[in-house]
C-alpha cells in the first residue's frame, strides 16, 4: 500500500460521512469516502474503494469526487 498524506478532507454537517483528498509519496493524488456511526465509537469506514484511482493533480482529484460521491456532488455543484 502505497503512503499517502491528507490534502484536503470534507464533511457533511453530521460529521458522519467524509471524503479525503490525498497525496501519494510518488507525488500522485486520489480520494476516499468515509463514514462513521457516531453512537458507537469504533471509527471511519471507507465506504467504496476509489484510493486506487491515480490523478496527476489535487484538481483532478476533487473534480472526480465531485463526480462519483453524492456528499461532494451535494455540496460543490
Known amino acids: ?3 499517502k498524506f491528507v490534502v484536503r478532507s ?3 454537517s453530521d460529521q458522519s ?3 479525503d483528498i490525498f497525496k501519494r509519496k510518488d507525488n500522485t493524488f486520489g480520494f476516499e469516502e468515509y463514514r462513521r456511526d457516531k453512537e458507537t465509537y469504533e471509527g471511519w469506514y471507507k ?3 476509489y484510493e ?3 490523478y496527476l493533480t489535487e484538481k483532478e482529484a476533487f473534480s472526480n469526487a465531485c463526480k462519483y460521491v ?3 456532488k ?3 455543484q
Open 17 to 19: 460521512l467524509c471524503i
Open 70 to 72: 453524492s456528499l461532494v
Open 52 to 54: 486506487h484511482n491515480i
Open 74 to 76: 451535494r455540496k460543490y
Open 47 to 49: 465506504v467504496k474503494m
Open 10 to 12: 470534507i464533511n457533511n
Open 1 to 3: 500500500m502505497k503512503k
